[in-house]
């Protein structure tokens, strides 16, 4: 079947981590109304066999068969979740990343665990999580943490940056969706950050939050300034959260998010699932 326009998409690959995607990224379409379509990729050309293995019918074949289980598990996995919702599937041979990111231009969000087997193997070390965060169309959720994610805050960084206005908006709304509370957090960074430079931060933090609780009344907001490196920052408040969003670039301590620091650090370590809105390409 083919992807919904504006569905989630969940990238499978028959892991533990990617089931669990495919289950929060199920709660997450019921909370938005949207359909959840499951992609299960499998790496062909394989490498590092003999030529002829790799040239072999029966290995492509058996590979894409591995994906159709992986994709009928995973559609298993989210039927608790899944009443009133269109779930479809697909099967696709290539990159985990190149594909992804190629769904995620008509996608509302792609999803993806933080361990894999197969296809997204090595997720850890960045290959599928960072490209996708780097270049995706969307929303990025990286699902991390064994806990159900069904209470706690949702943590957001800002920076006053306009891709910082995005993530504060997708937080305000995943808030108003849950029913938690905002945890609005800004990074002073660096010994040129005194205290007059705080007193301009949390006038900052206000500011960019104005407004937002006249569009979120229901919405519990707590702002939070403090001396640390943003990923520190970050990773301390996200303990005991439901959810963390993060733009992947900025200003001010969050420059350079695409990079390294502090989205690479939240997509490695954060104790629980993982938000990255992308910005635009300058270059």
């Known amino acids: 079947m083919t992807m919904l326009e504006r569905a989630i998409v969940v990238g499978v690959d028959g892991s533990t981590s990617a089931i669990r995607a495919a289950e929060w990224a199920a709660a997450e379409a019921v909370r938005r109304k949207s359909a959840l ?9 394989v490498t590092g066999y003999p030529e002829a293995l790799v040239a072999s019918h029966q290995l492509h074949e058996a590979l894409r068969e591995n994906a159709h289980d992986w994709a009928r598990r995973a559609r298993e996995a989210v039927l608790d979740h899944a009443e009133g919702m269109r779930v479809t599937d697909e099967v696709v041979a290539g990159s985990p990343a190149s594909v992804l990111i190629a769904r995620s231009g008509s996608a509302s969000m792609v999803v993806v665990g933080s361990r894999g087997l197969g296809g997204f193997s090595g997720l850890l070390l960045g ?12 929303p990025v959720a990286v699902v991390r943490g064994d806990g159900e994610f069904d209470s706690g805050p949702v943590v957001v960084g800002v920076d006053g940056s306009p891709l910082s206005e995005r993530a504060i908006a997708f937080a305000f709304e995943e808030a108003a969706a849950r029913g938690a509370e905002l945890r609005a957090v800004l990074a002073c960074y660096g010994s040129q950050y005194l205290d007059t430079y705080v007193d301009e931060a949390q006038e900052l933090l206000a500011r960019r939050l104005a407004g937002w609780g006249e569009k979120y009344p229901d919405v519990m907001v707590t702002r939070k300034v403090t001396r640390s490196s943003p990923a520190k920052m970050l ?8 959810l963390v969003v993060v733009g992947s670039r900025g200003r001010g301590g969050f420059t350079g998010l695409t990079m390294g620091s502090t989205s690479q650090a939240m997509i490695h370590h954060a104790p629980c699932p993982v938000v ?6 300058t270059d």
Not at 37 to 45: D, E, G
Not at 235 to 242: D, I, R, V
Not at 276 to 281: A, F, K, P
């Open 235 to 242: 990773l301390k408040q996200s303990e005991g959260a439901q």
């Open 127 to 138: 290959s599928t999580a960072v490209a996708l965060a780097a270049h995706a169309d969307c």
């Open 37 to 45: 379509h499951i992609v299960a990729v499998y790496v062909w050309p």
């Open 276 to 281: 990255v809105l992308r910005g635009q390409d």
